[in-house]
């Protein structure tokens, strides 16, 4: 709605914007006309008002009658110059607390609204001037009283959680203390029980001190022992390896002197191998054959007398 439209709304100090198909309220152009203190939104299509609503600090009678509205803003009580307040017919079912700083108030139309049980029988039926009036006054001392209680729960609340929180930090102060004096008192004794071990463990070092000299005494005797016997095992086995190098050598110069015979040793050595070989080879193939033989024998005399067995057993007449 432009604000030419609104303007020319205006009757003397009443600004009648009802029955204006409105979904929200044009508070910047009603805001611009300081002269209206009564305003009349009645028989529109609103849901909600704004926040900024409270700019409209002007307004001494406000009618929101026959609307959708399911609540009002918080900061609602900031209209502290309103005195008549028109809610009828709407969907309202909670108040902001804030509604308890309307100290000028002084009717109050909660009528046709899905109110808590607690807030419609305080408003109570609101059917005629002084029932709106007492409506009006009961709401406000209501709402003053709850926001108190919920401030006194508030400061109830923060006082216990302060309590346990010091509560705790004393604690953990007293404890850092007994911790303190406990590490003082465990230092004390382990400076009194370190000095005690130190001069019982000196006492038995010198207690100890001579059969550990002896000891090391008689291993230093013993290790010259030890050393010469290494000393030897390493020189004959120098003298070893020097005889073992001396023969090849030795070896290596002679064979080539001695070339013909070797191979004329070898040739017959050879010769002879293989006719031991071949002998040895006939030689075991006739022990296998025989034995064969005699396998196969036995195992023609089992079956013959497995035979005669089983023919012995058929011959046998069966009882009746």
Request: a positive charge; one cysteine or more; proline letters at 3%.
């Amino acid at each position: 709605m432009n604000l030419k439209k609104v303007e020319n709304r205006l009757k003397n100090e009443k600004l009648d914007l009802s029955l204006c198909d409105l979904k929200e309220v044009p508070v910047r152009e009603i805001a611009t006309i300081k002269k209206a203190t009564h305003l009349d939104l009645s028989n529109n299509l609103l849901t909600s008002l704004p926040n900024t609503f409270v700019d409209l600090k002007q307004i001494i009678v406000l009618d929101l009658s026959r609307n959708m509205l399911t609540e009002i803003p918080e900061n609602f009580g900031e209209l502290r110059q309103l005195k008549h307040l028109d809610l009828y017919a709407n969907q309202i079912s909670r108040l902001p607390l804030s509604l308890s700083e309307l100290k000028n108030l002084r009717w109050l139309d909660l009528k046709e609204n899905p109110l808590t049980p607690a807030v419609a029988s305080i408003a109570g039926p609101c059917s005629n001037l002084s029932e709106c009036q007492t409506c009006a006054r009961n709401v406000v001392n209501y709402l003053s009283h709850v926001k108190v209680t919920i401030e006194i729960e508030k400061s109830r609340r923060f006082n216990a959680i302060t309590d346990t929180e010091t509560s705790t930090i004393s604690t953990k102060k007293g404890k850092k203390k007994k911790k303190k004096t406990a590490d003082k008192n465990n230092k004390r004794n382990l400076d009194k029980n370190g000095s005690d071990l130190s001069n019982t463990m000196t006492e038995i070092n010198e207690d100890k001190m001579e059969p550990l000299i002896s000891y090391n005494k008689n291993q230093d005797n013993k290790k010259p022992g030890v050393v010469g016997k290494v000393q030897r095992f390493f020189m004959s086995s120098i003298l070893l390896l020097f005889l073992l190098g001396l023969a090849f050598a030795l070896i290596v110069l002679i064979l080539p002197l001695y070339s013909k015979k070797s191979k004329l040793f070898t040739n017959f050595i050879n010769t002879n191998v293989r006719k031991i070989s071949k002998e040895f080879q006939k030689y075991i193939i006739d022990i296998l054959d025989s034995s064969m033989h005699t396998v196969i024998n036995i195992c023609h005399n089992l079956y013959r007398a497995y035979e005669r067995y089983f023919e012995t057993k058929t011959d046998i007449p069966l009882e009746r």
